[in-house]
């Protein structure tokens, strides 16, 4: 899966798979996480928001499921 780096709250990097509807998240400590379920419209708003780190607080952490990958 291809990252995206990021500046945004404890976010460092970002990516998306469609085919499998996962969201990786790296956050600044290093802990990398995976989100299961995310629909491609939610991943274009995340991706494409001015506020990343409160569209991922407040639409993505607590509504899919989460798995610590690192």
Do not use: C, H
């Amino acid at each position: 899966m291809e990252m995206k780096q990021v500046n945004a709250g404890s976010l460092r990097a970002i990516g998306y798979d469609p085919s499998q509807r996962v969201l990786r998240v790296e956050m600044t400590n290093g802990s990398l996480m995976e989100y299961s379920g995310v629909s491609d419209d939610t991943w274009r708003r995340f991706a494409g928001s001015g506020s990343q780190w409160s569209f991922f607080r407040d639409n993505i952490e607590e509504n899919y499921t989460e798995r610590r990958v690192r």
